[in-house]
């Protein structure tokens, strides 16, 4: 059983679409993260979720809108897509108060 | 703003020798410290973790060294294998909310 997956592992839209990433996890951890690996190989935070509830917010625009209906998923929706949204799009999950993350397999994302 | 650095992007050994990583933090907040490995096309994953309260961790042929003071830590695989050929990051965190990760340094161990 895959611990924290994401779908699709690949995808490929024009500038200006709408697209979505979903994630979820089995773990029953209370923390969810979004990370994004850029082109420099530069794992970053996005966002931070615990309990379905935001927490960390980084500097990301706000065409990227993450939605949690549930402490098991972390959904990550995009906006008015740009070439420069292209890059790795990492779900994670840890336990409240724990250090681990486990990640997803990633989501590759190209914007043409 | 990169407070988490490893400065070698690539590092090649010979199979059987030690792998030594290393990684350089600025941020004196932080409080524990995280290695992942990363295969392509997959996610990190959990390899070793330090607290700022250690200074060695050991887990089988993995160890994470902790100089505070330097603000540097490092990892220490031996004997390497094949296998261990990856991506190695280093993480560390002052919240328990995010993770803070280094760019990364290749290991390729050669036969």
């Known amino acids: 059983d895959t611990a924290v997956s994401q779908t699709p592992k690949y995808l490929v839209t024009q500038m200006g679409n709408d697209k979505s990433i979903k994630c979820e996890q089995n773990l029953g951890h209370d923390t969810m993260y979004w990370y994004k690996q850029d082109s420099k190989k530069f794992l970053k935070i996005m966002f931070s979720?615990?309990?379905?509830?935001?927490?960390i917010n980084e500097t990301v625009p706000n065409r990227f809108s993450p939605k949690s209906p549930d402490k098991a998923h972390l959904n990550l929706h995009i906006n008015s897509l740009e070439l420069g949204d292209s890059a790795v799009y990492f779900c994670?999950?840890?336990?409240?108060?724990?250090?681990?993350?486990?990640f997803g397999q990633g989501t590759r994302l190209t914007v043409v | 703003d990169q407070q988490v650095k490893q400065n070698s992007p690539s590092l090649s050994v010979q199979e059987g020798r030690i792998s030594i990583l290393n990684c350089d933090y600025t941020?004196?907040?932080?409080?524990?410290f995280l290695w992942y490995k990363k295969y392509p096309a997959e996610g990190p994953t959990f390899l070793i973790s330090?607290?700022?309260?250690?200074d060695k961790n050991e887990d089988g042929r993995f160890t994470v060294f902790l100089n505070k003071s330097a603000k540097h830590l490092s990892l220490h695989i031996v004997p390497s294998q094949p296998g261990d050929s990856a991506v190695y990051f280093c993480?560390?965190?002052?919240?328990?909310?995010?993770?803070?990760f280094g760019k990364g340094t290749s290991l390729l161990v050669t036969p």
């Open positions: 941020n004196s907040m932080f409080d524990y």
């Open positions: 993480a560390a965190s002052n919240s328990g909310y995010a993770l803070n």
């Open positions: 330090i607290s700022s309260i250690k």
């Open positions: 979720y615990n309990n379905k509830e935001l927490i």
């Open positions: 994670a999950s840890s336990p409240s108060g724990g250090f681990e993350a486990f």
